[in-house]
């Protein structure tokens, strides 16, 4: 019997079993709703404190598969507090992450996760541990991708496809080729990605993975349509489709449905049939509450608009897509969406509104992709014609032949390559003659097109200059600008100022305002609170302040993060001091916040504007406190960089989730307030 005993626990506590174990139910948790909560029902019947960190993964594994996502963060956060072996502690890790890319679009989030489990598992030998090592590799892959850092994914999508060769592990390997062959397409890489994607096709055929196929096929049909191939390109997405559509994939269905509708487009007969699948996906995408493809429609129904040139609907379009793309932090989808609102405000001859916006997207202009590139400095040249500013012009045409220029030269030297290979692999002369002779035409043919891009430019800006010489001729004197004109443009000047300093300087926000300020412009009017709020802003004129605006309701001081405690007092004493001198109470609610720590590291000028939620928020938590003290300071914590969304539509639901997970933590004089609905 102790024999027995001793089998018993050698063989349980052996870590591949009790992971195979693990394994099997959580296969179970994601092969369907009902099974998700037939587990979700089995486990809440235990006491919380039997639960052990298997338990929460299940529980996390099936939320997921019901799309609860706040549920299954929580069941993957305690999972990772209560594991206590390595391997349980990475996956836990390698769930949250999960949850964060594919449910929450915050590839940011995500790749923290990946990384903490990429730290415990790169030692690890077991072949579990290299497994689930794969995943988290491949997981990157797909992280970076949603970020636009299609380099960094193309290295850890060839780490998981060798890791999966040397595993032998074939659908492992199979996942790899495909990521591998989206991120080099969209890098323009075709010859590797046609190179992945054919691997693919035969590995899946021969593991009959339909759904694989049907990827494959998608991923192909975006190839075609790269090289403006759309009859092939057509073909191919309607075959993944009609895959995804029988294997009821919904998320892949809506995919498909959307770049279909996109190659339909590119026949402007086909606007009806393309808004039909952008509807059919649309819906799709409101029903499961996916930010990226909801934003993904949008870009694209804007596209739908512009061709009817109803130019209001393609604005609102590409604004809701714009938004969206920078919740969940997708660099080149912003990138792209931003330009399409460049170019629309150029035909409605909005030129400031376009100006802007390039002025916005410029900094990081550099380290995008080249066809956005060219879009962005064709941009330029066109806006700079338009306002006279011909020295302007002539440099963005100048830097835009520059750019076609790079991409010919990579476009020449990836068939040259493609050249090489078929040379090492056909002895047969005439082959050979032909394929030369085929770089020739085809070298002959970029360079046309080079050139006649070029002289359609400059005609563009030619016409443009006598159109703008007419029409100003015609217009009269216009009037000053108004004072009402003033604030926005101040509003811009500080954000672009805050942004600017924080490059070298980590930065703190200091807002202030009156809690009685809706009382205080009934009684004196908003007039009059603006002067009190601009005359603390000017008496606060000091070499530690590095920004300050003020409006109607609160004041905005940006200082660095090592005077930041000092200049509040200074603040607070000079805002309540100038309220009793108007006879009013001195009662003002006011925080400090340090940016790098909200904000993150990348983040967007428009993100400031969504700051004073935290105010708000924490008023609202602080609205049953009994403190009877005149000055209300309101502390804000975060476990890491940027906790929250901050332009998510939702995002008062978003800080709620935050505290509740223990990431976001607020305190009114030291007292910590509690999350609440």
């Known amino acids: 019997m102790r024999i027995l005993a001793i089998i018993f626990i050698v063989i349980f ?18 092969s369907s709703q009902a099974a998700a909560e037939k587990n979700i029902e089995a486990l809440h019947t235990q006491a919380t404190d039997q639960l052990s960190t298997e338990d929460y993964l299940v529980l996390s594994e099936s939320y997921q598969t019901l799309n609860n996502r706040d549920a299954a963060l929580d069941a993957a956060s305690k999972a990772e507090q209560s594991a206590v072996t390595p391997y349980l502690k990475a996956l836990s890790f390698y769930h949250k992450a999960q949850i964060h890319g594919i449910y929450y679009q915050n590839a940011e989030m995500a790749i923290q996760q990946l990384v903490a489990a990429e730290q415990i598992l790169s030692n690890a030998e077991d072949k579990t541990s290299q497994l ?21 994914g193309l290295t850890y999508a060839e780490r998981s496809l060798k890791l999966a060769r040397q595993l032998n592990e074939p659908a492992r390997e199979l996942n790899a080729l495909i990521i591998g062959g989206r991120l080099a397409l969209q890098n323009n890489q075709y010859q590797q990605a046609f190179y992945y994607l054919q691997q693919g096709v035969t590995l899946a055929s021969k593991l009959e993975d339909n759904e694989s196929l049907a990827s494959l096929h998608f991923r192909l049909g975006m190839a075609f349509r790269k090289l403006d191939l759309h009859p092939e390109a057509l073909e191919h997405f309607q075959q993944a489709a009609e895959r995804y559509r029988a294997l009821d994939r919904q998320s892949n269905y809506a995919y498909t449905l959307i770049y279909l509708a996109e190659t339909y487009l590119e026949e402007p007969v086909q606007t009806d049939k393309a808004e039909s699948l952008l509807q059919e996906a649309k819906l799709i995408a409101e029903q499961q509450q996916h930010v990226l493809r909801m934003a993904l429609v949008n870009y694209s129904l804007g596209r739908v608009a512009l061709l009817r040139e109803q130019y209001p609907a393609a604005e609102q379009f590409y604004q809701q897509a714009l938004q969206q793309f920078r919740q969940v932090n997708s660099a080149t989808y912003t990138l792209e969406a931003a330009l399409a609102l460049v170019r629309l405000y150029y035909q409605q001859q909005q030129y400031p509104a376009a100006t802007a916006l390039l002025n916005e997207l410029s900094p990081n202009i550099a380290e995008a992709a080249t066809y956005l590139q060219l879009r962005f400095y064709t941009s330029a040249a066109l806006l700079a014609a ?15 032949t520059t750019l076609n220029q790079q991409e010919l030269t990579e476009h020449l030297q990836q068939q040259m390559t493609q050249l090489k290979g078929s040379l090492t692999q056909s002895s047969d002369q005439t082959d050979v003659r032909e ?11 970029s360079e046309s097109r080079q050139l006649l891009l070029q002289l359609l430019l400059v005609g563009l800006i030619f016409t443009a200059f006598v159109i703008w010489q007419l029409y100003r001729r ?27 300093q924080t490059a070298n300087t980590p930065l703190n926000l200091l807002l202030l305002l009156p809690r009685d300020r809706t009382a205080l412009q009934q009684r004196f009017g908003r007039k009059v609170i603006n002067t009190l709020l601009q005359q603390v ?6 070499p530690e302040v590095s920004a300050c605006y003020s409006g109607s309701e609160m004041l905005w001081l940006a200082t660095p993060t090592e005077h930041a405690d000092a200049l509040m007092p200074k ?10 001198a108007l006879g009013a109470e001195p009662r003002i609610i006011c925080t400090n916040l340090p940016l790098a720590t909200l904000l993150g590291e990348h983040w967007q000028k428009d993100d400031l504007s969504a700051l004073p939620e935290v105010i708000w928020f924490g008023w609202h938590l602080a609205s049953n406190s009994q403190t009877d003290l005149a000055t209300w300071q309101l502390d804000v914590e975060a476990s890491h960089p940027r906790p929250c969304e901050w332009q998510a539509e939702n995002l008062r639901t978003d800080m709620l989730n935050a505290c509740k997970l223990g990431e976001l933590q607020l305190w009114l004089n030291g007292q910590e307030l509690k999350a609440r609905l």
């Open 386 to 400: 338009a306002k006279g500013d011909w020295q302007q012009a002539y440099l963005a045409q100048e830097k835009t």
């Open 537 to 542: 802003r000017q008496e606060l004129d000091l």
């Open 13 to 30: 506590s052996s870590p591949s079993l009790c992971a195979t174990s693990l394994s099997e139910r959580l296969r179970d948790a994601a």
């Open 571 to 580: 603040a607070q004493q000079l805002l309540q001091q100038k309220l009793t």
């Open 132 to 152: 689930l090592l794969n995943d988290v590799l491949h997981s990157f892959a797909s992280a970076y991708n949603l970020r636009g850092q299609l380099a960094q």
């Open 474 to 500: 015609q217009l009269p004197a216009g009037p000053l600008p108004s004072q009402t004109e003033l604030t926005p443009r101040q509003w811009s000047q500080f954000r672009d100022k805050v942004k600017q």
């Open 435 to 445: 394929e030369v002779l085929a770089l020739q035409q085809q070298l002959s043919a």
